[in-house]
Nanobody, 123 residues
Framework: QLQLVESGGGLVQPGGSLRLSCAAS????????IGWFRQAPGKEREGVSR????????KYADSVKGRFTISRDNAKNTVYLQMNSLKPEDTAIYYC????????????????WGQGTQVTVSS
């Protein structure tokens, strides 16, 4: 069974950090392009970052550039999203997704999705 599971969300103060994890089972994450997305209440889903297959390039939304970093740990079959200097506007449910198209873009379609993890940035 192909599955993605996110973890690492929580409540953090503005300026704080969190690291989200996206663990895969049933397939090898490094063979897929992985994207992180978020959706805040009342807003459309937003593409945050992506990392292409086999150590490929990374891309970030302008709203998180310089603050978030996406990375892979192939030994753990996991992709991470390190989030620093968090702002209240980063509050959302964060999802990871996998695309079989190795050169995916955030605006494209993704084949597998996790259930999401809540990130709340508040004092």
């Amino acid at each position: 069974q192909l599955q993605l599971v996110e973890s690492g969300g929580g409540l953090v103060q503005p300026g704080g950090s969190l690291r989200l994890s996206c663990a895969a089972s049933g397939f090898t994450l490094d063979d897929y392009c992985i994207g992180w997305f978020r959706q805040a209440p009342g807003k459309e889903r937003e593409g945050v970052s992506r990392i292409r297959a086999s150590g490929g390039s990374t891309k970030y939304a302008d709203s998180v550039k310089g603050r978030f970093t996406i990375s892979r740990d192939n030994a753990k079959n996991t992709v991470y999203l390190q989030m620093n200097s968090l702002k209240p506007e980063d509050t959302a449910i964060y999802y990871c997704a996998a695309s079989r198209f190795r050169l995916c873009v955030l605006a494209g379609s993704f084949d597998y999705w996790g259930q999401g993890t809540q990130v709340t940035v508040s004092s």
